[in-house]
């Protein structure tokens, strides 16, 4: 894949990711541009990635609605924010992050705090 260029804020360009372009056919391993993140977004650096059913189901089309290829298969990451919205107050730059398979959850409730955060009344 090569060494990655770093942008003038101090981000690389580009970054690894797993593809799908054809529904039933294995992810291509690609370059893909790395975006800025919107207001309300972190960019996070990975440093872990999970595949869980909801990939497999995706990456097969096996739904009635399916995402339209070509399209990166990942919601279950773990790793540090680089970058952030301006709007984003709950974490900094640096910060270690978990990503869960749930959209969004507050993060500071009972339920979020002992690991339910499906329970969460603001998800």
């Known amino acids: 894949m090569g060494k990655l260029q770093a942008t003038e804020n101090g981000l690389p360009d580009r970054m690894a990711a797993a593809v ?9 391993l690609e370059q893909v541009v790395v975006t800025t993140p919107g207001r309300t977004q972190v960019l996070i650096k990975v440093a872990a990635c999970g595949v869980c059913h909801t990939h497999l189901h995706a990456a097969h089309g096996d739904w009635p609605v399916k995402p339209q290829p070509p399209f990166i298969p990942s919601h ?48």
Do not use: I, K, N
Request: a negative charge.
């Open 20 to 28: 799908v372009h054809t529904f039933g056919a294995p992810p291509m």
């Open 76 to 123: 279950e990451v773990a790793g540090t924010v680089v970058a952030r919205g301006q709007d984003v107050q709950r974490v900094q730059v640096g910060d270690r992050v978990g990503v869960p398979w749930l959209h969004v959850a507050c993060g500071y409730c009972e339920f979020c705090l002992t690991g339910r955060e499906t329970l969460c009344p603001s998800q």
